[in-house]
């Protein structure tokens, strides 16, 4: 059920590039590099990535020009430009071409992985809408919020109804506590306690009869395990 999230990174500036690499790493993420829109082109008419972060000033030509290329072949993929273009007329060419988002240099890594992660979601929104996933006890339809164990409902708060699909849908992976906490609160918050993130794990735990599936995985973050279905 989880899949592989595959990032392609398209940065020709070295030092950004492996930045950016380190900054959105992680379980279960397969990040790509590619400093060319030659390199690219392989790497996203190949493998369709979850997503792209691309630059537009390339060594090779513009990335806008590639971008129109992922939209006219139909690609399913978000496009998350970087430039240090920041005039309007380059950030409204982005976003017509079919940009999801715009990000200007320079620019804070955090603010770049929240806004990554914020596209990861609405895939993840998108792919579960209408599924209904169930397995040993457990039924959970993400579509009509309606969430059961044993046959009984369970009433869940929209950010641990987020933190379970994560879960769910990543099973067997570990999820790091510094990526679900990116990926939970998304709000533009700059600063989010810790103890937050603990304590929707143990609710959750709490409500789902899940601790058995939920596991900590200490030093790392959490994990639903998988289990025989």
């Known amino acids: 059920m989880s899949k592989t999230i595959q990032i392609v990174i398209v940065e020709d500036d070295k ?33 369709t990535p979850s997503l792209v972060l691309l630059d537009i000033n390339l060594p090779d030509g513009s990335g806008l020009d590639l971008l129109k290329k992922i939209k006219e072949e139909g690609l399913k993929v978000p496009v998350i430009m970087l430039s240090a273009n920041d005039t309007d007329a380059d950030v409204v060419m982005g976003l017509d071409l ?19 992660n914020a596209q990861l979601r609405k895939i993840e929104e998108t792919t579960s809408n209408g599924d209904v996933i169930a397995f040993d006890k457990f039924s959970f339809d993400f579509d009509k919020m309606l969430f059961t164990v044993g046959g009984s409902e369970v009433s869940l708060s929209k950010t641990e109804q987020r933190l379970l699909k994560m879960l769910v849908l990543n099973k067997g992976i570990t999820l790091s506590r510094d990526d679900l906490i990116d990926r939970l609160w998304t709000d533009g918050a700059e600063f989010v ?30 994990q639903w395990v998988k289990s025989d279905e």
């Open 15 to 47: 030092d950004l590039n492996s930045g950016l690499c380190k900054a959105l790493k992680s379980e279960g993420r397969n990040i790509v590099s590619c400093d060319s829109i030659k390199a690219a082109k392989e790497q996203i008419f190949l493998s």
């Open 98 to 116: 079919g940009a999801d988002d715009y990000v200007t240099k320079p620019f804070s890594l955090s603010v770049l992985r929240a806004r990554v």
């Open 193 to 222: 306690d810790e103890n937050a993130l603990s304590v929707a794990i143990k609710r959750l735990r709490d409500k789902l009869e899940a601790k058995d599936y939920i596991k900590t995985i200490y030093g790392l973050g959490y």
